[in-house]
Each structure stands twice: as C-alpha cells, then as structure tokens.
C-alpha cells in the first residue's frame, strides 16, 4: 500500500478554496511536494516545501506543514476551473526517489 | 531548454511480447528516474540511472531493467509482458542530489498489454 495518504475526491464550487490533505511517513524527507496532473498528461510540479518550513505562500497556494504529525497540506484560493485535476503529495525518503500518494482528484464545479 | 521527451506516447504489446521504452532527459541533468502509474494509483519508483549505472530500485522484479547512455538518454526495457504492466510510465530527469525542483517529468508512455 501507499506510504503517503490522501483522500480520493475533492469536489468544489468554482471562486471558493480548495484544502487537500496528506499524510506522510517518512520524518527524514527533505522536501514534500505537491504535483498536479491533468488527464492524459505527465506530472508537473506545483510547488515543493522544505522540511524545516511551516509555510510557504506561492500566488494561489498555500503550502502547511505539520512535522510533528506528519500532515501536508495544499490550500488552492479562488479555485478556478482550470484546476480540475488529479493532485498527488509526495515525500522523498531518499535522494534517489519519490513516493507518492495516490492522488486527489479534485473537481471544480460552477 | 528542453524538457523530458519520452517515446512512443502510447503503444499496445500483446503479453509475453517485449518493449523498450526511450527518454531524453532535460538539458543539464544527469540522473533519469522511472515511474509505474497504474490507472487510478500514484507513480510507482521502479529504478534510477547515474552515470549510466543503476542508482536505486523499487520493488520491482528483474523483468524490468534500463539503461543510461552517455547522452544520459534512458531506456525502460521490460521482458514477459503481463497484463498488469498495463500503466503510465513516466521519465523524470535531475540531478544526483536534487533540490526541491529538481525532478523534471515527461509526459509518459501509455503502455497497454491484451
């Protein structure tokens, strides 16, 4: 199974926030990350956050860490369409891989 | 700069048979990493590939197997197709160490087995 935990399905109205939530495992991750996939493409990188971080703030993201229990989060303000997508988390237990959850999919109503 | 160029896009093998998958890393880096998504799962690390040696491996079994050339272009061979190897693979590229955007991901393969 999946060392990093998410839940399945998001559903949002379009202009409201979007929170998705992860848990990971491994204390010894340097960075978290959080990608983001659209159907039939690869995975590109949102944004990443360094262990010794609480917060990072990029635009319409918002990245919190919760050391202590393990917990990532990623707040999307003002949700727009074209972030309907699969949102994966992912932590890096070593420097040669990544290991991620297995995604969110968020949808973004009208 | 280019990014990670993976081909083909998309191919269909009949089990038992054998497939090479191909990757160009992005300009700079070095170290190319495979992933499995299978449909409806998170990527899966198979291997990484530095300095054209296997640098780490997945719980995956020896059927699947790569290489590195001195391009530091990557191949993903997998012998005894099965229908379970049915997936996305993706190609990553960076550098030994990376930092926090240090992965750079193609677009993927979309490997079907009947």
């Known amino acids: 199974g999946e060392d990093v935990e998410q839940s399945l399905f998001l559903s949002v109205r379009e202009g409201d926030s979007s929170v998705i939530n992860c848990t990971y495992t491994?204390?010894?991750?340097?960075?978290l990350y959080w990608y983001k996939q659209e159907p039939g493409a690869g995975l590109q990188l949102l944004t990443y956050?360094?262990?010794?971080?609480d917060m990072k703030q990029d635009q319409r993201l918002t990245v919190l860490l919760n050391k202590k229990d393990k917990h990532l989060s990623l707040r999307i303000a003002d949700t727009q369409t074209g972030d309907s997508a699969i949102y994966f988390c992912?932590?890096?237990?070593?420097?040669?891989?990544?290991?991620f959850g297995a995604g969110t999919t968020v949808t973004v109503r009208a | 700069e280019t990014g990670v160029t993976q081909s083909p896009t998309h191919l269909i093998k009949t089990r038992g048979q054998q497939v090479t998958l191909r990757c160009s890393s992005q300009?700079?880096?070095?170290?190319v990493s495979w992933y499995q998504q299978a449909l409806g799962q998170g990527p899966q690390f198979i291997f990484q590939?530095?300095?054209?040696?296997?640098?780490g491996r997945g719980n995956f079994p020896p059927r699947f197997s790569g290489l590195q050339f001195p391009n530091y272009s990557s191949e993903l061979n997998v012998n005894a197709l099965e229908l379970d190897d049915s997936a996305l693979y993706l190609c990553?590229?960076?550098?030994?160490?990376?930092?926090?955007?240090?992965?750079?991901f193609g677009s993927g393969t979309r490997l079907t087995v009947v």
């Open positions: 992912a932590e890096s237990p070593d420097d040669y891989k990544l290991s």
């Open positions: 990553a590229s960076s550098l030994p160490v990376p930092q926090g955007n240090g992965y750079t």
């Open positions: 300009s700079g880096h070095n170290t």
């Open positions: 491994d204390s010894s991750s340097t960075y």
């Open positions: 590939y530095y300095r054209e040696e296997e640098n």
């Open positions: 956050i360094f262990s010794n971080m």
